[in-house]
């Protein structure tokens, strides 16, 4: 069997630069929130494949669901012969969101995928194209995604000029001195100087910003946005493809505003590590493409339905939302301790909703340490832990355990941690 240095040398050959890696091990085999190496080596996983993995690596009924598909047909295109599970899981989807009025689902297969339908559905339903979204937000990787995303290294960097039609508003955090006035103040000045309301489709907006830090969007925001978007004909679209599906201790992390967005975007946990994503909408916005103006060869997969609905099933007989507030007072206990302590690096912002939790390593003047926070994650790895950063400054450090995780290795994990985390 080859070794990760050996697997590290032939990707370097075989495959570009631009796919980043956050560790140095290739995996072998994994269960519920460990992971085996090529070389044996056993990790806890706090990464979950970078939060698609609520459920657990290969839980037993996700498990047997895709079986089941998989023994009767594993794809004919939904559009060429559709099959009950797309419906049966928009069904399910419609009935949890959190949509004013009766709501349809399309589905897809990425996360970009779904935040691109979306801002397509918004286009047909106002007749217009404005898309207004925020500083730090990161919606995806492909073209219009990438324009969205409100973070030029290293997703706009060298790739070409922006998807016309896109703006950005300053997101509020203590962190960017910015407040939610200044937020709107930018808003006001957004709509003299560069594009009227009534030119504006959408907003788009993560509950919690994902790649941006963990950074959880202030109610008063969202409950604006709606006000805003009510008053002017536009859309409010909520991004919840790393938030949703329990991570935050509720389905959905607009649930906490609590407002009703018109469009939700949903991937990466929905599966259980089945690659499917979808927009869920009012009815009537959802109708508003033509026949073939929505669909994709593999979009609501046979074998990802049965994962997705199996996922669901987990989440309700499991009670994993609960699970998710649990493991979130656990961890965010600890996190305080390991704050006090005179023998670990600096911490603060100490912050999170449910299980979706992040804090900041700092130099001794209290900045930013990117430099660190990645010597953290190496170390962490060595000693056994997978974590990622993220952040508009990259010295965040983001805890994604399955919700499935036991006590004890949760616990275990956090040993590590604090391990890693020693000066």
Request: some cysteine; overall charge negative.
């Amino acid at each position: 069997m080859p070794t990760n240095a050996d697997l590290i040398a032939r990707r370097n050959a075989a495959v570009p630069r631009g796919i980043g890696h956050a560790t140095t091990l290739y995996a072998a085999r994994a269960e519920n929130a460990e992971l085996w190496d090529v070389e044996g080596k056993r990790y806890i996983d706090c990464a979950g494949g970078i939060a698609v993995l609520n459920t657990g690596h290969r839980h037993p009924k996700v498990q047997a669901a895709i079986l089941e598909q998989l023994n009767a047909f594993t794809h004919t295109a939904f559009q060429v012969a559709p099959y009950e599970t797309y419906i049966k899981l928009a069904e399910k989807l419609n009935a949890l969101a959190p949509i004013d009025g009766p709501a349809k689902t399309a589905l897809f297969t990425t996360g970009a995928e779904a935040v691109e339908n979306a801002i397509k559905i918004a286009r047909a339903y106002t007749e217009r194209d404005g898309i207004i979204a925020f500083s730090g937000g990161f919606h995806g990787r492909t073209a219009l995604t990438s324009a969205l995303t409100g973070k030029v290294q290293p997703y706009k960097k060298d790739l070409g000029p922006p998807q016309a039609g896109v703006y950005h508003l300053p997101f509020p955090h203590d962190s960017f001195d910015v407040t939610v006035a200044d937020t709107l103040k930018s808003l006001d000045f957004l709509f003299r100087a560069d594009i009227d309301p009534t030119a504006v489709a959408a907003f788009i907006i993560e509950p919690v910003q994902g790649e941006g830090g963990f950074l959880i969007t202030p109610p008063e925001l969202l409950r604006a946005l709606r006000d805003i978007a009510d008053r002017h004909g536009i859309l409010l679209i909520v991004d919840e493809v790393q938030t949703g599906f329990g991570r935050t201790g509720k389905m959905f992390a607009i649930e906490y505003a609590p407002i009703k967005p018109d469009l939700i975007t949903i991937a990466k946990s929905l599966g259980g590590g089945y690659p499917i994503s979808g927009v869920i909408g009012r009815s009537e916005v959802m109708d508003a493409p033509l026949t073939g103006g929505l669909g994709g060869t593999y979009g609501g997969n046979p074998v990802a339905c049965a994962a997705a609905l199996a996922v669901l099933e987990v989440i309700d007989t499991e009670n994993l939302l609960d699970a998710a507030n649990r493991q979130g007072k656990t961890i965010l206990s600890r996190l305080d301790v390991l704050a006090q302590k005179n023998t670990s690096l600096p911490i603060r912002h100490i912050r999170g909703l449910g299980a979706m939790i992040a804090f900041d390593i700092v130099d001794a003047d209290g900045k930013p340490d990117a430099a660190t926070t990645k010597a953290v994650t190496t170390k962490a790895q060595d000693l056994g832990l997978i974590l990622l950063s993220c952040g508009v400054f990259g010295n965040t450090i983001r805890l994604l355990a399955p919700l499935t995780a036991s006590d004890a290795i949760l616990s275990e994990g956090l040993d590590i941690l604090e391990q890693a985390l020693k000066i």
